[in-house]
């Protein structure tokens, strides 16, 4: 498996290979990574030679049969006045591992590669994506941006096989781990405390998802303030809390106590409430705001986060905790 630099590295020089499956748990670096592959090609031949697709887009068997196509056809033509053709494919665990519910439109669950019925064609879409994988043209770099993939599925086993993969989740060590949120924190012009940034790193780990997710909150919370302190750290990231009473959630929204409302965030996603159900509640709590300005924000911002959990922005439980500490901002 490769580091995120390393590939940067391969980037840089004009050195890419044919196949790539970007993982982890960070989407932003993810998809940062994914649009970074363009700059393979001469910025003047890039429309000829770079495409990029969302797989999300697809949200049927019909539908990914038809992308799948359009991938490997593009795949398999030849770059224009250029060393290489760039095709990136973001969302690439709706195509790569679709989830196993009768989404098409008939109603018939997705067959499986390899499984023929009487009628079926000498090879399947999957099957041609599979053989691809298995034999790509050297003379394209095909990128898959993905998200959490079924590791039982064919397709998956030979890209992880066959494919560069990219740890995007994972920072090498604390002392990077460190350095990455120092310089995060600087695009806000904030500083970190020694004692928080300790405190910090010993709740989230190396994972740079969960380190980009909860310093988004401490940068929203410690708003107005010049350093992030350990008491920030210690309301927003450490506490675990059982769910409260039912009201518990909207009185700490109405008296703009973040660290409460985060509690009750927290313990709602742990005791199995759905992120739709908890929405409702934030969206409740809104209403009764005061004053108007303030209702007007909040429901503002309770629509940007239903958009956002429907399109898949982020994980629910992220974009919830930061539509509370938008909320409870004064």
Request: charged residues 25%; glycine residues 6%; hydrophobic residues 40%.
């Amino acid at each position: 498996m490769s580091t995120v630099a390393e590939i940067k590295k391969q980037i840089k020089g004009g050195k890419t290979g044919p196949l790539y499956l970007l993982e982890g748990d960070d989407l932003q670096s993810r998809h940062d990574l994914g649009i970074e592959f363009a700059n393979v090609v001469d910025e003047g031949l890039q429309a000829f030679n770079v495409q990029s697709f969302y797989a999300n887009e697809a949200t049927n068997t019909s539908g990914r049969d038809q992308l799948i196509g359009t991938l490997l056809s593009n795949a398999r033509t030849l770059p224009m006045m250029a060393p290489r053709r760039v095709i990136v494919v973001h969302e690439a665990d709706r195509l790569l591992a679709p989830k196993r519910v009768k989404d098409d439109e008939d109603g018939a669950a997705e067959p499986e590669p390899g499984k023929k019925g009487k009628r079926a064609p000498a090879m399947t879409p999957a099957e041609e994506l599979e053989a691809y994988i298995e034999n790509p043209e050297p003379m394209t770099t095909l990128v898959f941006v993905s998200g959490p993939l079924d590791a039982n599925r064919r397709v998956v086993k030979l890209l992880r096989k066959h494919a560069d993969v990219v740890d995007c989740g994972s920072l090498a060590n604390p002392r990077e781990a460190a350095m990455w949120v120092t310089k995060r924190l600087e695009k806000d012009e904030l500083q970190i405390e020694p004692k928080a940034l300790s405190l910090l790193l010993n709740t989230t780990g190396v994972s740079l998802g969960r380190i980009r997710a909860e310093v988004d909150k401490l940068v929203l919370y410690a708003a107005g303030e010049s350093t992030i302190t350990a008491a920030h750290v210690k309301d927003l990231v450490i506490p675990q809390n059982e769910p409260g009473e039912v009201f518990a959630l909207m009185d700490a929204i109405r008296d703009s106590n973040a660290a409460s409302a985060l509690r009750e965030v927290s313990a709602l996603i742990d005791a199995g409430i759905q992120p739709p159900m908890i929405l409702g509640q934030l969206r409740a709590a809104t209403i009764r705001l005061r004053p108007d300005s303030r209702l007007t924000k909040g429901l503002e911002a309770v629509f940007r986060t239903d958009v956002a959990i429907k399109s898949s922005a982020g994980t629910p439980q992220y974009l919830l905790e930061c539509l509370v500490v938008e909320l409870c901002a004064r």
